[in-house]
């Protein structure tokens, strides 16, 4: 069975032979297998009234396990953000109660942001939503000893790539 990067390959073979167009074997699917999952991703948290972000935001304050919550500046590194963007982004989840701004207890002239009681119970309720249908897709396609293959493989691109910390 071909997929859509295959045709375009075939097609670059065809007008163009010269050029090894393999690594967009590579780079084709990993693009468009980003766009795809983001999308499934996507529909999942709309289906749960919460938009890809507003989950992510809020998972990075639930796995940091930090009660006194984490800095702007530190949200904004583990979710590879821009400043304006983290800005408006805690602006919104804190207009909806998820979170909140608190005077940080070690500098006083900086703000901490931690997740409320509801926004800390709502990441807990969707976790294992979300974990179970990343499986489901996953599954949809992967064996269990496909996905063992694929994981050190894709940490070693990444690491290859500088992705080997949060900050």
Known sequence: MADAVDQITAAWREQRPDVDSSP??????LSRLGRLCDKELSDFFRTHGLERWEFDVLA?????GNESGLSAGA??????LTSGAITNRIDR?????????????TDRRAIK???????????DRLL????????RILTAALTPTDRETLI????KFAESLGDTSLA
């Open 24 to 29: 967009m074997e590579i780079f084709g699917r």
């Open 60 to 64: 990075t304050l639930r796995r940091s």
């Open 75 to 80: 949200l904004n590194k583990a979710a590879m």
């Open 93 to 105: 989840l804190t207009a909806k109660g998820w979170v909140a701004r608190v005077p940080d207890p």
């Open 113 to 123: 942001v931690v997740l409320t009681d509801e926004g800390r119970a709502l990441v």
């Open 128 to 135: 294992p939503l979300h974990t179970a249908n990343e499986d």
């Open 152 to 155: 050190p493989l894709l940490r």
